[in-house]
Structures are given as C-alpha cells and as structure tokens.
C-alpha cells in the first residue's frame, strides 16, 4: 500500500509539473476504446513472468531501450531474421521476447490487428520497473510496428559501454536526450546484470597497463575479482547495483559517487563534469525528495526516450505476430 501511493504521488507531480504525457502524436489511453483491455493484460503478462523470474524486468527495460535507439520505437528489435536487429552482436544478450509474443498472442486473440508490438514493449518497461518497487508512470501509446529491421544500423546508433563519454553522449543528442536524460536512464542499472566478460578488463589490464583501474574502490576491487577471477567464467552474471539489484532505486548513483560502478561507462558519469552533479543530486539522499526525484526524473526521461522516431497513423503497421513482418 505505502508503495501504492509511492507511484500515486509520482504521476500526481507529473500532471502538477505540466509535463506533457503527450509526444510525436502518440496519447495516453490510446486503446480505451478499440482494445479497453490492453494495458491491463500486457501487464499481468508481465507480472506472471517476474514472478518467476525477477530478472526479466531488467531484460524488458533493456528490450525497450535497444528498440528505440535503432529505427525509433517500432518494435524492429523484436523481428527474427539473420540480418535483423537481434543478431547484432549488441543485441545477442537481450532478453524479454517471449514476454512480449506472450501479451501479443494474448491481445490478438481479444483485439486482432489492434494492439501494436511496439506499445506492447514500452507498456511492458513500464510495467516492470513498477513491479521492482520503481515508479509507474501514464505510457503514451499510438505506435506502429516499423518495416526495417536492420543489424547493421545497430552499433551505428545503439550506445556501447566501451565507448567514450563523449560517444555516448553524441548517440543520445542525435535522438533527442540531453546529458540528464543519459544519467537519468542509464540509472536503469539499478536493477540490471551484466557479464564478467564486459568488466574483467577493469579488474586485471586496465587499458593494457597490467593493472586495475584506478577508479573501482579497493574493497568492491576485491569482491570483482572474486566473482570474476582472472581465467574464470566471463559468462557469469553480477549485478550493476550491489546494494539492490531486484529494487528500483537511486542506490546505483551511490555506487557510483563511491566508485562501486560496475561497468566503465557507469563509473565514467561521475568522471566527466557534464554529468557528475546530476549523479551527485540523485545518490545524495536514498530517502525523502531526493529518492523521489529519481523516481519522477526517471518516469519524465522514460516517456520522452519511448517518444523516439516513432511511427503514427497510416505509417508501418500492425504486426500479427511480434518476430515477423506481416
């Protein structure tokens, strides 16, 4: 209940702060009237499958997020074919698919050729951070399913951990996020995991010098190296948040000001001065306003990034199924 009205607060600010749900034609409560049901089963969708696997809210989150960067938030990252999005190497560790053909099979069977596969992937990142004690926020829906699916466009426009700062910062700028938009989502990571093999550099040959990076406090060093050894497994899981990894909350940002940030592009935010002060502000207090902030600057940043180059009225289509074109 006190969770319940956590959220309530959340969308009430929103609506007081006159930010608008409303963005590139799409509208809240889109299918209220062609498909009433819609929102309401994308989301026990979900809940069935976090309750038995909690990480799937970290993979559905990341789905979205990889979608909207190439070709805008058309549901192309969901498409299979050998020179389709998903085969990038980039996309190779995504999961959540069988979540979102879950709700679509679903969907068609109440509402046939209504429900797009690309608001059924931004209802259902909404849904999972609200199912991991994050915010909820109203999902403006209208999108239609793109026609191009392309793995090469990927590594052009999807940002990479092993990138620059300023890299990633330039990816965001080109669809529309500035530098609080970055701090903002990457602080998805909160409930995220990632390989050994995408950090261990960190840990042993830090830009080829032999030794570790400086930057990782010297007691989370030693925890790293423990659950990553030097010839160990670089498939193995370890979570981006130590503190909390199946809680959404502002603890990432501590990790980070601490220098407990996983990946390097993580432990970069508080690095570069374009991003510090706003990692600064959110792991400043875990509790009260500043918690909140997270929480409603997050929901802000979440409905402007699924607002991305999508597709409206008579433009791409309604997919019968999510993995193929019609």
């Given amino acids: 209940m006190q969770m319940q009205v956590f959220h309530l607060v959340v969308l009430v600010i ?38 038995k696997d909690p990480t799937i809210a970290a993979g559905l989150l990341r789905l979205h997020f990889h979608d909207c960067f190439v070709q805008g938030c058309d549901g192309s990252v969901l498409i299979v074919g050998a020179s389709a999005e998903r085969n990038a190497l980039p996309n190779l560790g995504v999961r959540g698919f069988e979540v979102i053909d879950d709700a679509k099979t679903q969907l068609e069977a109440l509402c046939p050729g209504v429900v797009s596969c690309a608001d059924i992937l931004a209802l259902a990142a909404r849904d999972a951070v609200d199912l991991s004690d994050g915010p909820s926020w109203p999902v403006p829906t209208g999108r239609r399913d793109g026609r191009v699916s392309s793995s090469s466009e990927v590594s052009s426009f999807l940002p990479s951990p092993l990138e620059s700062m300023a890299a990633q910062r330039q990816k965001f700028a080109v669809k529309g996020l500035d530098d609080h938009d970055l701090v903002t989502l990457v602080g998805a990571h909160t409930i995220g995991q990632t390989d050994c093999l995408f950090f261990k550099y960190r840990l042993y040959n830090f830009t080829t010098t032999g030794n570790p990076d400086p930057t990782i406090n010297q007691a989370f060093l030693q925890q790293l190296q423990a659950l990553c050894p030097k010839d160990g497994d670089g498939s193995k899981r370890v979570a981006l948040d130590k503190d909390s990894q199946f809680k959404f909350d502002a603890s990432f940002f501590k990790n980070v000001r601490n220098g407990n940030g996983v990946l390097e592009s993580d432990q970069r935010l508080w690095g570069e001065a374009a991003t510090r002060n706003i990692v600064e502000n959110y792991a400043g207090n875990l509790k009260g306003l500043l918690g909140l902030r997270f929480d409603l600057e997050f929901a802000k940043a979440m409905i402007k990034m699924s607002s991305i180059e999508v597709k409206i009225g008579t433009q791409g289509e309604i997919r019968k199924t999510c993995p193929n074109f019609n």
């Fill in 14 to 51: 929103l609506a007081m702060s006159g930010f608008k749900v409303q963005g590139q034609g799409l509208k809240t409560g889109f299918y209220s009237s062609s498909c009433p049901k819609a929102e309401a089963i994308v989301k026990s969708t979900v809940e069935a499958h976090f309750n």
